[in-house]
């Protein structure tokens, strides 16, 4: 008797240990790059980009004009005088330079904001995507890093994945 639960026992661990691991894979270059959310992103802030380049262009202008007018007073005046208006030039020159910086870094940490958002978007969506369709594994991939090195074609959940994101983010 204690032998028939044993091998019970053993047949019943070798059934359990069989139970096939559920993996696929999703080529994680072409969800973010296709997703629209991240085109409507990098819509935005091509727009911004834009007004920020025509701001700076603009701001450059006025300041060379300005620069002008100081090289011509400054030929008119006395060697002191003309060194304080070259001075007074070079620090409103330093602080432009500094304001267009700031308005620069501020724009590029806010798109970051924004992109970080859409990742972290994708990974909650994946990981849902997973979990309702029972996978053990979703597996990542992508040219800069591939760590799924060949996958079958039916194992490929990008299209599946990138749908069911775009399909989100229309609602």
Request: hydrophobic content about 35%; aromatic content about 8%.
């Amino acid at each position: 008797m204690k032998n028939i639960v044993y091998a019970a026992a053993l047949m019943l661990a070798f059934t359990s240990c069989q139970e096939q691991a559920k993996i696929g894979f999703v080529d994680n270059g072409t969800v973010i790059n296709d997703y629209q959310e991240k085109k409507d992103i990098e819509a935005k802030f091509q727009t911004k980009e834009e007004a920020f380049r025509k701001k700076a262009d603009s701001v450059g202008q006025e300041f060379q004009l300005e620069v002008q007018e100081t090289q011509l007073s400054a030929q008119k005046a006395s060697q002191a005088k003309a060194q304080e208006l070259m001075a007074g030039l070079q620090k409103k020159q330093q602080l432009l330079q500094q304001k267009m910086q700031m308005e620069q870094q501020e724009l590029q940490e806010n798109f970051q904001t924004e992109i970080d958002s859409v990742i972290s978007k994708v990974k909650k969506h994946v990981k849902e995507y997973g979990k309702s369709n029972g996978y053990t594994y979703i597996l990542g991939t992508s040219d800069a890093a591939a760590t799924v090195m060949y996958g079958a074609e039916d194992k490929d959940l990008t299209k599946e994945i990138l749908e069911g994101l775009n399909k989100e983010y229309k609602k």
